[in-house]
Nanobody
Framework: QLQLVESGGGLVQPGGSLRISCAAS????????IGWFRQAPGKGREGVAC????????TYEDSVKGRFTVSRDNAKNTVFLQMKSLKPEDTAVYYC????????????????????WGQGTQVTVSS
């Protein structure tokens, strides 16, 4: 099974920035499109952004468009989510997963069956 490890979360004030990472240690990440998801307290997990395997294409949900940027460094086997202008409603546990990139454009965020969810990284936006 494929699994990724998320890191870099923390406490940030409203309006602040944070970059979280998603790393693979057992497979080559460049073969896969990656989706970023989040789960707020009491809510279901939702997809927020995707990046293609090459990194040439990205998609974003309206709730984060213009504030979040997804990128990847295939040489380091890592995908990043740069978050700026953070809002309290961005507070959630953030996860990444291997996805079918074409599903992201219509917000389906199809996660590959071979993927096993990691622990995620907590992002808290609060003053």
């Amino acid at each position: 099974q494929l699994q990724l490890v998320e890191s870099g979360g923390g406490l940030v004030q409203p309006g602040g920035s944070l970059r979280i990472s998603c790393a693979a240690s057992t497979f080559s990440l460049n073969l896969y499109a990656i989706g970023w998801f989040r789960q707020a307290p009491g809510k279901g997990r939702e997809g927020v952004a995707c990046i293609s395997g090459s990194g040439s294409s990205t998609t974003y949900e309206d709730s984060v468009k213009g504030r979040f940027t997804v990128s990847r460094d295939n040489a380091k086997n890592t995908v990043f989510l740069q978050m700026k202008s953070l809002k309290p409603e961005d507070t959630a546990v953030y996860y990444c997963a291997t996805v079918r990139f074409t599903s992201c454009a219509n917000s389906d965020y199809y996660v590959l069956p071979s993927y096993s969810w990691g622990q995620g990284t907590q992002v808290t936006v609060s003053s």
